[in-house]
């Protein structure tokens, strides 16, 4: 069993990709979620900014089909400057995580960084993907 979270708009126009999906009714896979701000449809210009939207959104999917960021198993991380993600983003996101969610920094999820040439649009600069758990 499989059940769409929600559709992506930019633009005005619906993308080719979806929020993310439940799936078996206890594993929520959180498709790449950006820093773009979905009230104006612009991205903050520095990473770290753009990480704590990520991660704002991220935490409001994962609340909207009864998990937590706590909840988190599997975390992919995709970047389009590693020099400045270790030396903005990744501080950025430790903050966030300190103060929304510290049973990510105590007890981290599988993790992967990537580096990329470019997202989706240009003045993207973070994406982040989850896998949580839906507790019993």
């Known amino acids: 069993m499989r059940k769409s979270i929600g559709k992506v708009y930019h633009a005005g126009g619906r993308m080719p990709w979806g929020e993310g999906a439940v799936a078996r009714g206890t594993f929520v896979f959180l498709s790449g979620t950006t820093g773009r701000d979905p009230e104006t449809d612009l991205c903050p210009p520095s990473m770290g900014e753009q990480t704590l939207m990520c991660w704002d959104r991220i935490k409001e999917s994962l609340e909207k089909v009864g998990t937590s960021c706590k909840n988190i198993v599997q975390r992919v991380t995709y970047v389009t400057d590693m020099d400045e993600w270790f030396s903005h983003g ?5 903050r966030w995580m300190a103060k929304n969610c510290p049973e990510l920094l105590d ?3 599988g993790s992967a960084l990537i580096g990329v040439t470019r997202l989706a649009l240009r003045e993207m600069k973070v994406e982040i993907m989850v896998v949580a758990v839906i507790p019993e």
């Open 90 to 94: 990744l501080l950025f996101q430790n």
């Open 107 to 109: 007890d981290e999820p």
